[in-house]
Nanobody, 128 residues
Framework: QVQLVEYGGGLVQAGGSLRLSCAAS????????MAWFRQVPGKEREFVAA???????????NYADSVKGRFTISRDNAKNTLDLQMNSLKPEDTAVYYC??????????????????WGQGTQVTVAS
């Protein structure tokens, strides 16, 4: 089992920045794929960014088009953390942000159903 806990959400003005962190514990592995998703009430959970294991210490990075150039995902395997630096925030970025991890290679990295471990989520609110 893997436990994921998100930190760093809050209220920020449009154009501002926030940094989210996800702390992983339990049976963690640097070979796990990890990702950020977000969800607003009444809508489906959507992909934000992913760090996918390739080999050794190499990862591929993917972003949703809506956050490319503004968000940066990074991981520190020594600390078992996954971060999401969010810059130039917009009101439409308001959502609950979830950290996710998977220990398998089936399914797309941007698909909710591909991940078997989830955090409890952290609220990000961007005021206009």
């Amino acid at each position: 089992q893997v436990q994921l806990v998100e930190y760093g959400g809050g209220l920020v003005q449009a154009g501002g920045s926030l940094r989210l962190s996800c702390a992983a514990s339990g049976r963690t592995s640097s070979a796990y794929d990890m990702a950020w998703f977000r969800q607003v009430p009444g809508k489906e959970r959507e992909f934000v960014a992913a760090s996918s294991w390739i080999n050794w210490n190499a990862y591929s990075i993917n972003y949703a088009d809506s956050v490319k150039g503004r968000f940066t995902i990074s991981r520190d395997n020594a600390k078992n953390t996954l971060d999401l630096q969010m810059n130039s925030l917009k009101p439409e970025d308001t959502a609950v942000y979830y950290c996710a991890a998977r220990n398998n290679r089936g399914g797309l990295v941007m698909s909710v159903s591909s991940y078997n471990y989830w955090g409890q989520g952290t609220q990000v609110t961007v005021a206009s």
